[in-house]
């Protein structure tokens, strides 16, 4: 954020010492106008001080420009909502309370992850160092969670009873990552997806999967939630 002050002085190296010394900066990290020069009147009578503004970038806080993003979106979307953020050294963890909560979390979480989605891509815009923005809405995350683990396992131990591939509803990244996650140590399945948004689908696989996957004609289970 771009802020400034105006300084006088007897003249405009004056001033714009005084305001550095204001400022504790160095010339190196403003920039300077002149707003009015310095002058001398007849015989050194009725000098007229000189007048500089000094310009400088002042750095919010992530988790400030994060408060101040929300607000105004909630603004827009004319919902009441009420934020406690936690920041950290690469993540900022934010949680929402709302009369309506349905409102910011939406069908299956889509309104909550696309809120999520933007606020990352506006904090992140151009930063050399990412911060990671999480959100959530009465305890929505880790409702949806269990849930998807629940499922994970259930479908983890159909696949090695059945020995066959099955198919997932689509999901949205989140979700996936979720079961991607979960299965990743069992030994006797493995995880992929397929297909493209906003249908991908986590396919929980035999095996490795090559063995289901290139038996041709083998039927594969869905299992639809």
Not at 45 to 66: D, G, M, Q
Not at 169 to 174: E, G, R, T
Request: proline content about 2%; some cysteine; glycine content about 6%.
């Amino acid at each position: 954020m771009l802020k400034s002050i105006e300084v006088q002085g007897r003249t405009e190296e004056e001033a714009i010492e005084l305001a550095l010394e204001q400022l504790n900066m160095s010339r190196d990290d403003v920039s300077v106008e002149i707003v009015e020069q310095a002058k001398t009147g007849f015989l050194g009578l009725k000098n007229t001080p000189a007048i500089v503004k000094v310009l400088y970038e002042v750095r919010e806080e992530r988790s400030e420009l994060v408060h101040t993003f929300l607000t105004g979106l909630f603004e827009h979307m004319d919902i009441d909502v009420s934020m406690d953020l936690t920041e950290n050294d690469k993540s900022i963890s934010v949680v929402l309370a709302s009369k309506d909560p349905g409102a910011l979390i939406g069908r299956r979480g889509e309104t909550l992850d696309s809120i999520q989605s933007l606020t990352n891509y506006v904090i992140n815009r151009g930063a050399s160092n990412r911060c990671r923005v999480n959100l959530d809405a009465e305890n929505y995350r880790q409702r949806r969670n269990e849930t998807l683990e629940n499922l994970a396992s259930r479908t983890a131990g159909k696949v090695v009873k059945y020995r066959r591939n099955m198919t997932l509803d689509p999901m949205n990244a989140f979700e996936r990552h979720v079961i991607h996650t979960f299965l990743q140590d069992n030994e006797l399945v493995s995880t992929f997806s397929v297909g493209s948004e906003p249908n991908r689908r986590v396919v929980v696989a035999y095996g490795d999967g090559k063995e289901s996957s290139s038996q041709s004609g083998s039927p594969q289970y869905r299992e639809w939630r």
